[in-house]
């Protein structure tokens, strides 16, 4: 037996041996919960996760919330950093403070000496939180060794001694988790009651929890100065049990990491009997507590690496599987083997808090079939990278909204956001972001996927360094491997019809020409657009399109230009302010190169413009645009100033602030609500501005809704354009999950990403989408929808599509596989679409993806079959490339450009239709043979 | 009609045969024939009393129109009056003025003051949707619904527009496929009805063999005529109970007056599973359990899984006390719920009130005879969409026959409710006390 192996026995015969709690698996609760994470270089303040998290709540129920940091700052506590870095910090949470002397006497002195005692201070009276219904604990913080003694008595048991020399610290390790646990055991999971339990016990790790919500245990606790490298932070939303306890919130800790998850597992018995046979046994009644614990075995004792780790949480399966390198799938299957009974099945997301001596962890990883909405984001400045794992965007951006007004060192976007493929070979689902110290105390930020791939800004056309673009342009081709085709015109194709696009809804059509700005303005959502084939249409001669300005701005030039925008629009001046509006939209939308600008900082930037302009015209209404001013503002369009004779409004705007009015996540004082009651009253064209995650914008507007338009700008929320029926929504910038659920007609535009479930059961409707779709686009979608997808997809694209035939009025996809790369440049990705499940079960439809190098393959189709592209499907594509072309100034040429030429479209393009020839139905028979 | 006693080896691979390819292709051979009239759990007598109560509005005096024979469920459970003299419950009532004052409506909203329905008893019709039935069975259904005071379902296959006239009293069911739902189908609805899972079919999606996929089924669902519809087993939407309360927020934006239900089957934790509905905002959670008859989904899934609905509803009864939220929920049992004593017992175990599908299946002239399934399928023109069969079902025909079966049905449940001695059938929920279980067939526990 390898000392490792010995190791492990020993470890297990002396977990079984210990006391445990007789758990009750029964009543185990399970539920959803709202999760955020984040790593940065810089400590953060608890406060800055006070408002994020508040925008969450809907995803909680307040009856469980904690959070994990690590990475601490040793003077708030009282300590010494070697005292941090040495010492085990011991949170223990009295639910009964009571107990307290008891515990320090009989138990803590006698398993650990104690170097310093801070008592975690809490609020006065916790009854000042609004909705909080139990006591939080009293937590009181131990910095502790292990009694040299007991140690040496517990190491005694480890045989052969002589083979444990590299194993030492790790049965320092196992002494302080067996320890604790017999503390939990007699102290709260026992026959004894819930009096007390240990809520961290890792090295620089501080875990904190009660019933009521994450921001709650930041309020309650006092950590609003409270810093960190690493924080995670969690709501619950448990279904059951009537008494809440602590105990049972997130995170959960093993020794060395803290674990939080939404979502729950088939598989608990399993997992709990895979765990027992390992001698653990849950404590708390919650099934995440088990994917702690099975996290801990894999990692601290059984001492594997992360990547192997990550594969007993979320296998590699199927046609991912096989793409692996061959060494891979032998360790991988070994994984497999052994721990499938260990790895949770069903929807789960984790966010893992890990403190080792080396670097500081956050840990997002997502379950094989991606059933969690997840996303991960990065910023990277000269002298900070802060990284993000979250279960929506918005908390993301609120997150960044928080510091850039406290520390000038940040600003209000990301420069990049992402989700993962769950159990894929591409990035296997996970990401590792590491915060890691230097000898002098410089701190860097690495993220790699599950593989150790890095993961840079690179594909975005960024590097860290903004003075050095130019030396890291170099750098990006060769990192990412991709085809970086520099394109004269691929950037600029279309664009003055795109804008035409954009707000054509302050004055009436065309009145805007040539005023300020002079863009040139189209009623048309781009459908009669005039644009030639990849022609350049006057935008590199137009002085007045930002987007040609951009490349020679200084950040001075662009707060200049942006001023005078404001100044613009201040003015009670529809034809003015319309001008704005493009102009706005032009640089929200892109994509352009920004030259010497960050484009993160540059949307930031014009975050805080267009909340000015809207402020400027809520000081002075016009005919064209009012701010909406909240309940009892009960205008309609027309009531403000008529406009000059010669002007006709007949389309005015009216301006929701979502952040301004406090509105409504989802209910009745929803910005939703507050959309279809404003309509109800005539309004027909909106402008949603300062969203936080505020969902359903665009439900209810019910049928013949074709007039409507809504421009929605900021972090919208989940369902956005659901149900349409003919209105005209554009988001300016990313959407979050859901959008479009059974959307019949109308048209949806995303100058960004979208995220899980993308029009879901849609019946019909255009709808493009600049960027990527996460997991499931188009499922069980019918009738007519037809879509562009400029990106990719995560994976079960179209499953059970039945939209009828493409070239008969029917429904189809173009998935063009392409990514804008933060220059105003369209590069291809490796693969037009990775995942192993395209258009599976599909009975009507198409798809027809951009595949030059036919790396599509059949064994990703299930009953769905490539078939001949003709004329005839150019025909129904090109028209939805042209309006694509429009919108994002991706040109129809660019798109047919493969190996440096112009190609046929059938030499770029792929059909997949519906493979089986359908089986002859009885009662069709009949009713065809009877003329029904 | 039985089997041999003794199934043939023959027999055996016939049917295993049909278990991979499914009934339709039966080959109506001596021994494999289907049952005329009735199974076990639907008996010759409860199918023929379903017909007389629909023509004469009162049970027959000499069928069993109470329990089946299946030896399980229901027909294990008897009211403790019925061991004492004068236990035949079709002797005549003392008094039809004094039956006639007993209450038996429900209110659905607990909750909340918003909308406020009163059924005038305690059932209404379970989701049956366009392709599994006609449209003229719907409208009969939704005729019978609006004048009798109840409500009834639309299923998962879209909203007939014969339908509209009738849509105070037709709730809208979103269910995974998404099949027909729109804005207007949720705004019509007094009731939304999420349909996570059919108890008859747990951890499957709705089917649609592509036999009744006709062409005009397949326009309202705006699907592929003649293909086979299998909507998925989850809602891609909603994996996690956060998932589940934004659904609900959803069509609560859509329609903000409608009352909420929740339908789920009945795995091993309904229980958490009905308390995680009630926080993310239903007013009605319903149960369906195992017993309950579908036209379209595999044998091995209608006669293996889920738990028996009189389990779960006790169970979920009992959890909701232990929640402190008992009376903020209605709480609804469906899944072979046949009779007037199955709707009295489902309550005295814990429900509110019942969702009857079947029973009005059977009081429009159904047999049972399981052919449901296909397009010519059904000899009364039920389960159809065939233009010539479904003419065999009138709506104002199926209405009336419908309304005799409520009126007998409200009969009954007096009678059951004057004979413990209520006034009102709000009184017996949750009475398990005046139930006792039937240890052998014929004997008392």
């Not at chain 1, 999760?35 to 009856?63: C, D, Y």
């Not at chain 1, 949470?93 to 006497?105: F, G, I, K, L, T």
């Not at chain 1, 790895?343 to 500081?360: C, Q, V």
Request: proline residues 5%; hydrophobic residues 40%.
């Amino acid at each position: 037996m390898s000392p490792q192996d010995a190791f492990i026995a020993r470890v297990t015969a002396l977990r079984n041996a210990r006391p445990q709690a007789a758990p009750d698996r029964e009543s185990a609760a399970e539920g959803g919960c709202g999760v955020i994470g984040l790593a940065s270089t810089v400590p953060i303040a608890g406060r800055h996760l006070v408002t994020p998290l508040a925008q969450m709540r809907n995803r909680g129920n307040g009856k469980g919330g904690g959070i994990a940091a690590v990475g601490l700052d040793p003077t708030a506590m009282g300590v010494s950093a070697e005292m941090l870095a040495d010492d085990y910090l011991l949170a223990v949470a009295y639910v009964d403070p009571s107990v307290r002397d008891e515990v320090e006497r009989t138990w803590l002195h006698a398993a650990y000496c104690v170097d310093h005692v801070w008592d975690v201070p809490r609020m006065a009276d916790w009854r000042e939180l609004p909705g909080v219904e139990v006591a939080p604990p009293e937590v009181v913080v131990y910095f502790v060794r292990p009694r040299s003694d007991r140690l040496a008595a517990f190491w005694a048991q480890f045989a052969p001694q002589s083979g444990l020399g590299p194993h030492a610290k790790r049965v320092e390790d196992e002494y302080v988790h067996q320890t604790n646990h017999r503390f939990n055991v007699d102290y709260y999971a026992g026959a004894n009651g819930t009096r007390a339990f240990v809520l961290s016990q890792g090295k620089d790790l501080l875990v904190l929890k009660m019933v009521g919500y994450a921001e709650d245990v930041i309020r309650y606790y006092r950590l609003d100065e409270f810093t960190a490298h690493v924080w995670i932070g969690h709501h619950r939303y448990p279904t059951k049990g009537r008494v809440w306890h602590p105990g049972g919130a997130h995170p959960f800790v093993g020794l060395n990491e803290a674990l939080v998850h939404n979502g729950d597992f088939a598989n608990y018995q399993a997992m709990c009997d895979y765990l027992a046979q390992r001698g653990l046994k849950p404590l708390f009644q919650t099934d995440t507590e088990v994917a702690a614990q099975v996290y801990d075995l894999h990692r601290r004792t059984y001492g594997y690496p992360l990547e192997y780790v990550i594969e007993s949480l979320a296998p590699t399966t199927e046609r991912d599987f096989v793409q692996l390198p061959a060494d891979k799938q032998a360790a991988y299957a070994a994984i497999q083997a052994t721990h499938i009974h260990g790895s949770p099945d069903g929807p789960w997301f984790f966010i893992i808090a890990e403190s080792l001596r080396e670097a500081w962890r956050l840990i997002g990883i997502t379950d094989t079939s991606m059933l969690r909405p997840q996303v991960f984001a990065l910023q990277e400045g000269p002298t900070h990278q802060i990284a993000f794992a979250a279960s929506e965007k918005q908390v993301i951006d609120a997150v960044l909204d928080d510091l850039s007004a406290a520390d000038d060192r940040f600003w209000g976007r990301a420069d990049r956001y992402w989700a993962a493929r769950g159990g894929s070979h591409t990035d296997g689902g996970a990401f590792v972001f590491e915060v890691t110290r230097d000898a002098s105390g410089g701190k860097a930020l690495r993220c790699t996927d599950k593989f150790g791939r890095a993961v840079t800004l690179a594909d975005v056309g960024i590097g860290v360094d903004e003075a050095a673009v130019e030396g890291v342009l170099v750098d990006i081709s060769a990192v990412a491997g991709v085809l970086v085709e520099r394109d004269q015109h691929g950037g600029a194709n279309g664009h003055a019809n795109g804008l035409a696009n954009g707000h054509a809804n302050g004055a009436s059509n065309g009145h805007s020409n040539g005023h300020s700005n002079g863009f040139a303005m189209e009623t048309t959502n781009g459908t009669t657009n005039g644009t030639t084939n990849g022609q350049s249409n006057g935008r590199a001669s137009d002085p007045a399109d930002p987007r040609t300005l951009v490349a020679t701005w200084t950040p001075a030039g662009a707060d200049a230009y942006l001023d005078a925008l404001v100044a613009a629009a201040s003015p009670a001046d529809p034809t003015a302010r319309t001008a704005v509006f493009a102009a706005l939209d032009a640089l929200f939308d892109g994509p352009y190169d920004p030259g010497a600008l960050r484009a993160s900082r540059l949307l930031a930037r014009l975050d805080d413009t267009l909340a000015r302009v809207v402020e400027a015209i809520a000081s002075a209404h016009c005919a064209g645009y009012r701010v909406w001013a909240g309940p009892g503002d009960d205008a309609r369009p027309g009531d403000d100033a008529r406009p000059a004779p010669n002007e006709s409004i007949d389309r005015p705007t009216l301006i929701i602030d979502a952040a301004g009015l406090h509105l409504d996540v989802e209910g009745p004082a929803s910005v939703a609500r507050v959309l279809v009651e404003r309509a109800a009253l005539g309004w027909r064209r909106f402008v949603v501005v300062g969203c936080s995650g505020h969902r359903f914008i665009g439900a209810g507007f019910g049928a013949e809704s074709g007039d409507v338009r809504i421009d929605v700008y900021g972090a919208s929320g989940d369902y956005l354009a659901s149900g349409i029926d003919g209105a005209t929504i554009v988001v300016h910038g990313s959407a979050q999950d859901q959008l479009a659920q059974i959307m019949k007609r109308g048209t949806l535009v995303v100058h960004g990403d979208v995220g899980q479930a993308f029009m879901y059961g849609a019946k019909g409707g255009h709808a493009f989408v600049r960027g990527d779709a996460a997991g499931r686009p188009l499922i069980n979608a019918v009738g007519r929808p037809r879509v562009v997808i400029n990106g990719t997809c995560l994976d079960y694209l179209a499953e059970s599509f039945m939209a009828g035939d493409p070239l008969r009025d029917g429904g189809f996809v173009v998935l063009n596989g392409l990514r804008s790369d933060g220059r105003g440049r369209w590069t291809e990705l490796e693969t037009p679409y990775g995942g192993g499940n395209l258009f599976s079960l599909a009975s009507g439809g198409a798809i027809y993806v951009r595949d030059p190098h036919g790396r599509v393959t059949d064994d990703q189709l299930n009953g769905g079959a490539f078939q001949p592209f003709t004329a005839a499907d150019w025909a129904v594509v090109e028209p939805m490339l042209r309006r694509n072309e429009a919108l994002f100034g991706l040109g129809v040429d660019r798109l047919l450009t493969h190996a440096g030429m112009v190609q046929p479209p059938e030499s770029v393009y792929r059909k997949i239709a519906p493979g089986q020839v359908k089986a002859l139905q009885a009662e069709e028979a009949w009713v065809a043979h009877a003329g029904h | 009609m039985a089997l041999k006693a003794e199934p043939t080896p023959t027999l055996i691979g016939k049917v295993t045969h049909y278990l991979h390819d499914g009934f339709h292709a039966r080959s109506h051979g001596l021994y494999e024939a289907p049952p005329a009239l009735g199974d076990a759990r639907w008996t010759a007598d409860l199918l023929m009393a379903g017909w007389y109560q629909a023509e004469h509005g009162r049970p027959p005096a000499h069928l069993e129109h109470r329990i089946g024979a299946s030896g399980g469920g229901f027909d294990r459970l008897a009211f403790r009056f019925e061991d004492g003299p004068g236990a035949d419950a079709s002797a005549a009532a003392a008094d039809e003025d004094a039956l006639a004052a007993i209450d038996t409506t429900i209110p659905l909203n607990r909750r909340d003051g918003g909308r406020q329905i009163v059924l005038t008893a305690p059932w209404y019709g379970g989701g049956m949707s366009f392709g599994s039935v006609s449209e003229n069975v719907m409208v009969s259904r939704a005729r019978a619904a609006a004048a009798w005071g109840t409500l009834t379902c639309t299923g998962e296959g879209g909203y007939p527009p014969g339908l509209v006239p009738f849509k105070e009293n037709v709730i809208t069911q979103v269910a995974t496929g998404l099949f027909g739902v729109r804005e207007e189908t949720i705004q019509h609805a007094p009731v939304i009805e999420l349909k996570y899972a059919q108890g008859a079919k747990p951890g499957l999606g709705g089917h649609l063999l592509g036999d009744k996929s006709t062409t005009a089924v397949a326009n309202i669902r705006e699907s592929v005529p003649w293909v086979s519809l299998f909507s998925p087993f989850p809602f891609h939407s909603v994996y996690s109970v956060e998932d589940h309360k934004k659904h609900i927020d959803w069509l609560r934006t859509v329609n903000p007056t409608a009352l909420i239900s929740v339908k789920v089957s009945t795995p091993a934790d309904v229980d958490m599973v009905a308390v995680g509905s009630y926080y993310a905002g239903a007013h009605i959670i319903h149960l369906d359990g195992s017993y309950g008859g579908t036209g379209a989904a595999p044998e091995i899934a209608k006669k293996n899984i889920a738990m028996p609905i009189e389990f779960a509803v006790p169970k979920v009864h009992r959890h909701l006390e232990a929640e402190g939220i008992r009376d903020q929920v209605t709480l609804i049992a469906s899944g072979g719920v046949r009779t007037a004593y199955d709707i009295a017992k489902a309550i005295a175990l814990g429900a509110d009130g019942c969702v009857i599908g079947t029973a009005e299946l059977v009081a429009m002239g159904c047999t049972r005879c399981s052919n449901c399934e296909r397009g010519r399928g059904c000899t009364y023109g039920l389960t159809t969409t065939d233009p010539e069969l479904q003419a065999f079902v009138q709506p104002d025909w199926g209405a009336m026959r419908l309304l005799n079966l409520y009126e007998s049905l409200q009969w009954q449940l007096r009678d059951i409710l004057h004979r413990l001695g209520m006034q009102s059938v709000r009184e017996l929920r949750g009475r398990r006390d005046a139930l006792r279980y039937i240890a052998e067939r014929g004997g008392a526990m």
